[in-house]
Structures are given as structure tokens and as C-alpha cells.
């Protein structure tokens, strides 16, 4: 019971947020069942902001504590963990862990059907996204959904017994887990290496992006029931990451730690560089565990179904003929001066200024019709109660349409 | 295995070139052939080659601005890195389209200072699209390393769902982000004074253009790379299969712009759904 007592002192402690709670949340993903998972799932609602409604949060708390098998209970339990990181305003206090339990409740959930459980939480995410879109309301980190989804994927892949595929959505999830708790230190230190988790192509953000749709890909080729929600969630990663592109990275402000210009774009290289080699050979056990080979994916990622991505030797050629155009030889210390000019104020990240989500999109008239009809045939229904019918013959050919698509559907699922 | 080496990076180089060259009629093309449907006077192809060699004079003598060269090494970077002709090139295994396009929409984004919310509704449904795309060939061509190993898969495999799908999903990008126009380019410069820096984006964005031609023709027919063999008859086989591309994807662009069909996000979605459910239903017919 280290965990309450970590959130407690890492609450109270303005300074650190998420320095105590995270290995501590690592160590519950590591060694804990889904009891003990739940037990922290009930603390951290406790201490959050704004936590899940009581009403949800009680009913499926319980539920996941008496039914662990069921794929219901535990797709009930997802929106009490991202309640305050994607239903708030302000945003969660603890991001990062909402996601490191959300792995391990996937992880360690026992008989669950991985279709079900990863078409509920491309619906949760899909849910969100038309709430921020059609309330003009701006998203909160989404990315945060995608450690889980890739976890399913990774269950997913174990149950068909298809090694490469798990290897894949496992190594995909690993880097996007440490991108997401690295997050959280690095704002305070040195705000501008979180865009190593936008997907542009040399940032490991981009990694994840690739391996997340090649491991989907792989499913959704190899096994039966997963050829078309394979490709919806593969599509729902790469939506995740478009949110990520406006969410991630708006804030350009100084850090803690001392440097210039140049020193931030040669921290966002280095980190693009070496930060997937690290993860990947800090976690090779793991990843050994999961597929029998040992493989130290450096300078080709496998994607698992025959592609590669080669990133390093395509960096390599850019930077070469960068260095070519720029000429830095010239002047003296040209180096130094072009990379610190690569990072302009204009460097067009932000949310405030892309204006997407700022009212609610204009909707062309026949929907609004649409719509409004609605509302009143609605009310017309509820007013059935006080004996009053409604005017059915406009109804009438929608009624013998729906009559018959049910009629062609009942024939078309027998046949 | 010495001469195989050398061929291959011989190929390169030449594919470089042409492109190149190329490059200058493509923006001449997207530029003038709408006024000249129009039955407007027109500038000949000379005074575009003429500004065209002059640029590449300057880069090659004098330093760049670091954010304008960058986005030059990713277009020239593209021109090495796509099968444009053959499928033998010697970095064609790097072309990857996820991420040959996501460089492509960066470098876009790079260039000069963009008007944020019409450049993010044209860059966020093409990485749609491009994911789309990304997926569909790892769905219907298991085994294919990238474009060129989906080039040389199809003529040993022939696959029609994935290629109309591939078609299809060339068709949205096309609507979703068309290439950047004069107009564009004089809203991204607006606070730019120097005339030669205006003058050097606007050739930079001409060599952007090009590239991006080249991904959305390499989508959509990648049937003609590499037709006639690697020798030097199937590489002038495959010169003639690109210029057919291009020209294509020139003739499609132009027809979307007259008809005002593009940045619009109904049809964009139309295509990558016809996409879909082409490359679905060539799945499962097989």
C-alpha cells in the first residue's frame, strides 16, 4: 500500500507532480493484479481535481472488483480513468498515470474478447472527439486513450498466438508509455522536447504512429473477425495523432534548465535519436519475453509484415544535404547560428491559433432540418403520454423504409 | 555486385536530375495551363527555366536561410528517395509513404509563415488519408517494404483493389491538399521584405510542388515503375511511364481546379471511404 501514500506526499508536494507517483504506478503495473489496480484506480479518483461523477465511478469499480472476466466491466472502468484528463477543462493532475493504469488494467484483465474491448474504446474516443468538435469545445489529451488501445492490440495478437504482431504493438506501447511519463518532467525542465511526440516523421512520436497502424494492420490481415475493426482502429491511431499535433506542444515558454536556441533544437535531435534506441534496449527483456528472438531494432523497425522503416539512414541523407545547402563552413560558427535558426517563433504549433475548435461547425441546412425535425417528432413522442397522438402520416414512407431495410437485413444475416 | 551498386546509385543520380529538370515544367504547367484553358496569353516554358537555373546557381554558391534549406534537402531527399523510374534505385527500400508524406506536409508547414487555420484544415485530412493509405497497402499487400516493394510486388502479383484503392486515396489528397499556388505563397510571405529570399521560397515551393506531384502519382498508378526490366531499356521504359504520371496527375490537379472541386472535405472523406471499401472488398475477393 506504497501507492495511496505516493499521491498523498506527491500531492502535497507542489513542486514534483508525478515524481513519486510514477514509479510507484510502474511497480503496480508490474507486480499488482486487478484488484490491487483497482484499489489505485479509487485512489487516484480520490485525489484528482475533478473526478468521475460518483454515480459511474462506484457502480464500475465494483462491478470490475466482483466480475474481473467481464469485457463490460472492465470497458466501464475506462472513462473513470480518463474522466479528468479528457472531460475537464483544466486538464488532470496526474496524466500520465490515468494511462500506465489503463495498460495494466488491460494487461492484467483476465477472459476478456480484445474486438469488444478495443471497439469500446475507439467509441470512448470517437465519443470525445465529436463532443469536442460539435460543442466547439477544445479536446484534452487524447493521446492518452492510445497506450491503451495499443495494449488491446497487444492482447489481442498473444490470444491468436502471433508473436511478431504482439512484438510490434508491445514495442509501440513502450515507446508511447515513456513519451507520456516523460512528458510530465520534461515541462518543467525543458518544455520544447515535447514535441517528440508529434508525428512528424524523424520524432519518435512518429514511431509510435507507425507501429501502432503496422501492428493493427497485422491483425487485421492475419485474423479472422479483425479485418475491418483492424483498419478502423489503425485509422483511430492516426486520428489520435492528429489531436496530438494540436494538442502537444503549445506551450513554447522557457524551462528550468539553461539553454539556447540551439541547445533546444539539438536536445529535440538527440532525444529523436536516441530516445527509441534507449527505450527499446532498456525494455529488450521484455520484448524478448513477448517474442522469442533478440533483436536490438536500431536501424531498421521491423513493421511486423514485411515493411521496414529505416529512419537514422534517412536522417542521415537529409542532414547531409542540409548541411551541403547551408554552407556552415563559411561563417564562423555557422553550425551553431543555422540550428539555433531553425527554431523560429513561428514554428506552427499551438492550438490557440488553428481555430478548429473554437465554435461549433456551421452544419448545412438540410442537416439542421434534420435535426430540428427530430426534436419535434421527439417531443411528439413524449407527448404521447398525455394522449395526444402525433401526426403519423409524414412518418409513414421513413416507417415502411425501415419496416423493409429491417426485413432485407433479417433476410440477408439468414441466408 | 560491384556493377549492381554502381547502377543502382548511377540511377539515382539520373533520377535526380531529371526531376530536376522536371520540376520547372511542372510549376510552368499548374501555373499556366488553367489561363491558357481560360484563353489567356501565356508566358512560354523559357522564363521559368531561365529563373529555375538561376536558383539553383545561387544554392549551389551561397549559403540558404537554414529553415529554406531544410525544406530543400526534403523535396531533394523525396526526389532521391521515391521509385520514379525503375524500382532499382539505390535508396528506393527508404520510401515509405506514411512517412515520405508526413515529411512532405512538415516541410510544407515549414515554409515561410503560414496562415494557421486554412494551412491546418488542408495538412489534417491528408494525414488522415496518408494513414489511410499506409494501411490499406498493409492490409492488402502483406510482404511489400514500402513503395517500391509494392511496385515490384505488383507485376509479380497483380493486385486491381489495391490499385484502384491506391488511386482513390491519391484522388482525396489530391482534393485535400492540392500543391501551393502564387496566391498562397504571397500570403506566407507577407511580412518577408527581402525580394531575393521571396524570390528563393518561391523556388523552393516550386521544387516542393514537384515532389509531392510525384508521391500522389507514385500512389496512383505504381503499376508503371520499373515496367520494362532494370536494364537500359526498361529504365527508359520507366522514363516514359513517369512522364505519363506526371502529366496525369498535372491534367487531374488542373481539372480539380477548374471545377473548384478542391480543399473540399466531403469529397476528400468520399474518396478515402471509396478507398476503403475498394481495397476491402479486393481483400476479401481473393
Redesign the interface.
Known amino acids: 500500500m506504497t501507492f495511496p501514500a505516493a499521491l498523498k506526499t506527491d500531492r502535497e508536494s507542489r513542486v514534483g507532480r508525478g515524481r513519486f507517483a510514477l514509479p510507484a504506478a510502474l511497480a503496480a503495473v508490474l507486480l499488482a493484479s486487478a484488484p490491487a489496480v483497482a484499489v489505485a484506480i479509487g485512489v487516484l479518483m480520490t485525489q484528482e481535481r475533478k473526478a468521475c461523477p460518483v454515480w459511474w465511478a462506484l457502480p464500475a469499480l465494483l462491478c470490475s472488483a466482483l466480475m474481473p472476466d467481464s469485457t463490460l466491466a472492465l470497458l466501464s472502468l475506462f472513462p473513470v480513468l480518463f474522466w479528468p484528463a479528457l472531460f475537464t477543462r483544466e486538464g488532470a493532475l496526474f496524466p500520465a498515470l490515468s494511462s500506465v493504469l489503463a495498460v495494466a488494467l488491460v494487461w492484467h484483465a483476465g477472459a476478456v474478447v480484445p474486438i469488444g474491448c478495443a471497439a469500446g474504446l475507439a467509441a470512448l474516443a470517437l465519443l470525445v472527439l465529436g463532443r469536442s468538435v460539435f460543442w466547439g469545445i477544445s479536446p484534452g489529451d487524447l493521446g492518452l486513450v492510445r497506450p491503451a488501445i495499443l495494449a488491446t492490440l497487444l492482447i489481442a495478437a498473444q490470444d491468436e498466438g502471433m508473436g511478431t504482431g504482439a512484438r510490434i504493438a508491445l514495442e509501440s506501447l513502450l515507446l508511447d508509455l515513456t513519451l507520456i511519463t516523460l512528458s510530465v518532467p520534461v515541462l518543467r525542465l525543458m518544455p520544447v522536447l515535447v514535441t517528440l511526440r508529434l508525428?512528424?516523421?524523424p520524432l519518435p512520436g512518429?514511431l509510435v504512429?507507425?507501429l501502432g497502424?503496422?501492428a493493427?494492420?497485422?491483425l487485421?490481415?492475419g485474423v479472422q473477425g479483425w479485418?475491418?475493426i483492424?483498419?478502423l482502429v489503425?485509422?483511430l491511431?492516426?486520428?489520435i495523432?492528429?489531436f496530438d499535433?494540436l494538442t502537444v506542444g503549445r506551450r513554447p515558454d522557457t524551462g528550468v534548465l539553461p539553454i539556447g536556441p540551439a541547445g533546444a533544437v539539438c536536445g529535440v535531435i538527440l532525444g529523436a535519436l536516441l530516445l527509441p534506441v534507449a527505450v527499446f534496449g532498456v525494455f529488450s527483456p521484455v520484448l524478448h519475453h513477448v517474442e522469442g528472438e533478440w533483436v536490438w531494432p536500431f536501424w531498421s523497425l521491423g513493421?511486423g509484415?514485411?515493411?521496414?522503416?529505416?529512419?537514422p539512414?534517412?536522417m542521415l541523407?537529409?542532414s547531409v544535404?542540409?548541411l551541403f545547402?547551408?554552407?556552415?563552413w563559411?561563417?564562423e560558427r555557422?553550425l551553431e547560428k543555422?540550428?539555433a535558426?531553425?527554431l523560429?517563433p513561428?514554428t506552427?504549433t499551438?492550438r490557440s491559433?488553428?481555430?478548429?475548435f473554437e465554435e461549433p461547425p456551421a452544419l448545412p441546412w438540410i442537416m439542421r432540418r434534420l435535426i430540428v425535425g427530430g426534436r419535434i417528432r421527439l417531443q411528439a413522442l413524449t407527448a404521447l403520454k398525455s394522449g395526444q397522438m402525433p401526426d403519423m402520416r409524414q412518418m409513414a414512407v421513413g416507417l415502411w423504409l425501415v419496416l423493409l431495410a429491417l426485413v432485407l437485413v433479417v433476410l440477408g444475416l439468414t441466408a | 555486385m560491384m556493377m549492381t551498386g554502381l547502377w543502382a546509385v548511377a540511377q539515382t543520380l539520373f533520377q535526380l536530375f531529371i526531376l530536376l529538370v522536371l520540376a520547372p515544367v511542372m510549376a510552368w504547367a499548374l501555373a499556366e495551363l488553367p489561363r491558357w484553358i481560360n484563353g489567356e496569353a501565356i508566358c512560354g516554358l523559357q522564363r521559368q527555366m531561365r529563373r529555375a537555373i538561376r536558383f539553383w546557381g545561387i544554392?549551389l554558391k551561397?549559403?540558404?536561410?537554414?529553415?529554406l534549406?531544410?525544406v530543400?534537402?526534403?523535396a531533394?531527399?523525396i526526389f532521391?528517395?521515391l521509385p520514379a523510374v525503375t524500382t532499382g534505385g539505390a535508396?528506393v527500400?527508404?520510401a515509405?509513404p506514411?512517412?515520405i508524406g508526413?515529411?512532405l506536409?512538415?516541410g510544407r508547414?515549414m515554409l515561410g509563415?503560414?496562415q494557421?487555420?486554412e494551412?491546418?484544415?488542408r495538412v489534417?485530412p491528408a494525414?488522415?488519408v496518408?494513414?489511410?493509405t499506409?494501411?490499406?497497402?498493409?492490409?492488402a499487400a502483406?510482404?511489400?517494404?514500402?513503395l517500391g516493394?509494392l511496385c515490384a510486388m505488383l507485376h509479380i502479383e497483380p493486385a486491381p483493389g489495391l490499385e484502384g484503392a491506391l488511386g482513390a486515396c491519391a484522388l482525396a489528397l489530391a482534393i485535400s491538399c492540392p500543391p501551393l499556388r502564387e496566391d498562397d505563397m504571397i500570403q506566407r510571405l507577407d511580412g518577408e521584405k527581402s525580394r531575393q529570399v521571396r524570390e528563393m521560397s518561391r523556388n523552393v515551393a516550386e521544387v516542393l510542388n514537384t515532389a509531392w506531384l510525384l508521391l500522389l502519382a507514385d500512389l496512383a498508378m505504381p503499376i508503371t515503375v520499373g515496367l520494362g526490366g532494370s536494364d537500359v531499356t526498361g529504365w527508359f521504359v520507366g522514363l516514359g511511364g513517369l512522364l505519363g504520371r506526371l502529366a496525369l496527375v498535372v491534367v487531374v490537379l488542373i481539372g480539380l481546379r477548374l471545377t473548384a472541386q478542391e480543399r473540399s472535405e466531403r469529397l476528400t472523406a468520399l474518396f478515402a471511404g471509396v478507398a476503403?471499401l475498394l481495397a476491402?472488398a479486393g481483400?476479401?475477393a481473393t
Open positions: 508525428p512528424f516523421p512518429f504512429l507507425w497502424i503496422h493493427a494492420l497485422g487485421a490481415a479485418s475491418v483492424g483498419v489503425a485509422l491511431i492516426g486520428l495523432s492528429l499535433v513493421g509484415d514485411g515493411a521496414h522503416l529505416k529512419v539512414a534517412l541523407i537529409l544535404m542540409w545547402f547551408v554552407k556552415s563559411r561563417t555557422g543555422a540550428i535558426n531553425l523560429l513561428g506552427p499551438g491559433e488553428t481555430g478548429l | 544554392v551561397l549559403p540558404v536561410a537554414p529553415r534549406a531544410l530543400l534537402a526534403i531533394l531527399l532521391v528517395v535508396f527500400s527508404l515509405n506514411l512517412l508526413l515529411l506536409l512538415a508547414l509563415v503560414p494557421q487555420r494551412e491546418w484544415r489534417l494525414v488522415l496518408l494513414c489511410l499506409e494501411a490499406l497497402i498493409a492490409l502483406p510482404g511489400a517494404d514500402g516493394g476503403l476491402l481483400r476479401f
